[in-house]
């Protein structure tokens, strides 16, 4: 049981006519799944409501097809309300409140799949980069948008959600596009003032509580600061005027800062409860319920929040997709079970590739319904094997800890004295000392279980393997950084590299480190080379980043830091070369030959650092191998398996999945059949073309 001091966090609240059974409210998230994987979404919002979230909110969901975004939920009519519904049953299930996100995308679409015109305050380019502009919408269309959203509402009350949003956020939907002075340039009573500005925002809200107000609550999501001084919306002025003006409209707020970049930061750029300072104001300003957000995932920072007034509800979008249980881990006062977001965004980066989303802390995420995974349960063991596990990095620990949970006898052996591996040596790194939750909460599973026994400090051989008289064993040995350049960008090693000091990750993350003028080049596009700059110029060092991408951590567009991390990379660096690839090196000296022409250029270099590609320790694997198929039936082995970056190096959340996914099916054969359900289009051929196509 818990200490009562906790038990703030599960007073139940109201919210205009419905209550929330306790203050834990997961806020609007994407996720990938979305429209085109409806069973999956449904499926992953029914686990959060079995995790005891009071509240259970879907993504953004668009209203029209002419605001539509290219994933996200669809409610245009009544069509699309069975899907939603499937997901409001699930959530109503263990007694939680379902809410939509409600949505036009305005100017920030380009409508690629229905070719409508976006539509905007004024006349603008749409964001992005598509070339397409918006047009200013005219009186009538600023009603059929007001018609749109009552509709929508309408049809999210029969879908069975308890709380219908009006969005004006992150500067992404029509009611913040009216708000914003730099997009709205009207002259008429939309336009102006902020009493005319807000007037779009005001009548959706009216519009929603005329519509389902009497049984449904209406929130508003609004961002109260954009982050961008006085061009922008702040906290100290309209972000708090507008939460003035429109105080006790909606039954509750739902604040927070915009846009994206700035609301869901990285942990390498912000700290749990990032938000408050901008966010404290509102409760003063409204007697309605606030909820905010700011990567909360410890229980006594949530009571600060209540306690100190900044908050009712504790809002929550990666901690819950981290943790789909947090709520009840709280309630039951299992605190060391919660498994904290380690604030790496790799869940926006999934959601961005329109597929079902990946976390790093959890490997269910995504695979509730189409593998029927749970992130709390796993089935018991159900073979005589015994596991031997060599390497205790992300992918050896997930392994070993789910296996250990499904009740099989497991042997853990690391070679360094400390466990976690790569995620032990990445969170030394600058901004990255969140990766160590990934080891911490898997270690304090480990812990606790018999049946898996670590051994630490111990180099395993082959021989080790055969005498150690385990069924099965996977090799989670890692893998190592290439010293050749090899990547993305070169295809054969880099000539002249035995002419100067040439430094891996590897070489840096052990503490050997470059010194003077130090050329970083970067092939792998993720966090790598950006913390090793970082280090290396809080080092003394005089450091020039390379790459052949047009962007600094390309990659890291999609975990929503690229421009935080190319202003920092910038600031730091004595010259900062995209487009650029690394042609050869000489004895102080580095040539560069633009990505485009091959024009050359020269920096002078006393050492390269080169973050390329990766190659699988997969020693021990083949050793084994060798042996034959004989000396390991011999030696009572009925296989032997490579796990995470051993297997396929990549990326943190892929080596806990693989560790996972290990543990779930022993590797058995999966070659010929595809191993999870689909979502299956229903041919809808004979339907009715609608009135106003063309025929024929
Ligand atoms: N906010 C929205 O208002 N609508 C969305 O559709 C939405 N999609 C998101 C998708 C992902 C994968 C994440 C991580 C966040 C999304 N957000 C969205 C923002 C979150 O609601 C939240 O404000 C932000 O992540 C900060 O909260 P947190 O620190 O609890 O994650």
């Not at 998230?29 to 999956?40: A, L, Q, V």
């Not at 036009?104 to 603008?124: K, M, V, Y």
């Not at 992130?375 to 296996?403: M, Q, V, Y």
């Not at 390309?554 to 650029?580: H, K, N, P, W, Y």
Request: glycine share 10%; charged share 25%.
């Amino acid at each position: 049981t818990r200490p009562a001091g906790y038990d703030i966090l599960f007073e139940p609240l109201r919210i205009g006519p419905v209550v929330a059974k306790n203050r834990f409210f997961q806020v609007p998230h994407c996720n990938g799944m979305g429209r085109g994987y409806p069973s999956s979404m449904a499926a992953m919002r029914g686990i959060k409501a079995e995790g005891g979230w009071g509240v259970v909110c879907t993504e953004q969901c668009d209203v029209h097809y002419s605001g539509n975004h290219p994933r996200e939920l669809r409610l245009w009519d009544d069509k699309d309300v069975p899907y939603l519904a499937r997901a409001t049953d699930l959530i109503h299930e263990h007694g939680s409140l379902a809410a939509i996100e409600l949505a036009h995308n305005g100017f920030r679409t380009g409508n690629l799949e229905s070719r409508a015109i976006p539509l905007a305050p004024s006349l603008a380019l749409t964001r992005g980069i598509q070339p397409i502009t918006a047009r200013a919408m005219d009186k009538s269309d600023i009603r059929a948008a007001r018609r749109w959203h009552r509709t929508a509402a309408i049809n999210a009350r029969r879908a069975g959600f308890d709380i219908v949003y009006v969005y004006a956020g992150h500067d992404m939907t029509l009611p913040v596009h009216f708000l914003s002075r730099r997009y709205n340039q009207r002259t008429d009573e939309y336009g102006g003032s902020l009493e005319n500005r807000v007037r779009l925002l005001r009548e959706l809200i009216e519009d929603a509580k005329e519509a389902v107000g009497d049984t449904c609550a209406v929130a508003v999501r609004f961002g109260v600061d954009e982050l961008i001084g006085p061009n922008g919306i702040t906290s100290e002025d309209e972000g708090r005027d507008v939460v003035e003006m429109l105080a006790e409209l909606p039954d509750l707020w739902d604040v927070n800062i915009s846009n994206f970049d700035n609301d869901g930061q990285t942990a390498r750029f912000s700290a749990e409860g990032y938000q408050e300072q901008y966010v404290k104001f509102v409760k003063s300003a409204t007697t309605k319920p606030v909820v905010g957000v700011g990567r909360f995932t410890s229980p006594d920072t949530m009571v600060a929040m209540i306690k100190g007034g900044t908050l009712d509800f504790i809002g929550a979008a990666r901690p819950s997709i981290a943790d789909p249980f947090l709520p009840r881990k709280i309630e039951e006062g299992r605190f060391d079970d919660i498994r904290e977001c380690i604030g790496c965004n790799i869940c926006v980066a999934g959601d961005k590739a329109s597929v079902p989303m990946r976390c790093t802390q959890n490997p269910t995420m995504g695979e509730e319904w189409r593998r029927g995974w749970h992130p709390e349960f796993i089935p018991s063991k159900d073979t005589d094997d015994t596991i031997f596990i060599i390497g205790a990095g992300p992918a050896g620990l997930e392994a070993a800890r789910a296996l250990g949970q499904r009740g099989y006898s497991v042997l853990l052996a690391e070679r360094d004295r400390e466990l976690g591996g790569r995620v032990r040596r990445e969170s030394l790194l600058p901004g990255l000392a969140t990766w160590g939750r990934v080891r911490d909460w898997r270690l304090g599973q480990l812990k606790r279980m018999r049946n898996v026994q670590l051994l630490p400090g111990n180099e395993i051989t082959a021989d080790d393997v055969l005498q150690a008289e385990m069924s099965l064993v996977a090799i989670a040995t890692g893998a190592r950084w290439r010293s050749d350049g090899i990547g993305r960008h070169h295809s054969a090693p880099i000539p002249g590299l035995d002419s100067i000091p040439v430094f891996t990750p590897d070489d840096i993350m052990a503490g050997r480190l470059p010194s003077g003028r130090v050329v970083v080049f970067d092939d792998d596009h993720y966090y790598m080379a950006g913390v090793i700059t970082e280090l290396l110029v809080a080092k003394g060092c005089e450091v020039t980043f390379v790459t052949p991408e047009s962007l600094v951590s390309a990659f890291t567009q999609f975990t929503t830091e690229q421009r935080r991390i190319q202003r920092r990379i910038i600031e730091l660096c004595a010259a900062v070369r995209t487009s650029t690839g690394l042609r050869g090196t000489d004895p102080g000296v580095a040539h560069l030959a633009c990505a485009y022409t091959g024009r050359e250029t020269e920096v002078a270099a006393d050492a390269i650092v080169l973050v390329t590609g990766s190659v699988p320790r997969d020693e021990l694997y083949h050793e084994l191998q060798a042996h034959g198929a004989t000396a390991l039936t011999e030696a009572g082995i009925r296989r032997v398996v490579r796990v995470g970056d051993c297997l396929g190096p990549g990326i943190i959340a892929a080596a806990v999945y693989s560790g996972h996914l290990f543990a779930r099916t022993l590797d058995t054969d999966l070659t010929d059949w595809t191993p999870y359900r689909r979502e299956n289009v229903e041919l809808d051929w004979d339907q009715p073309l609608p009135q106003g196509a063309s025929h024929g």
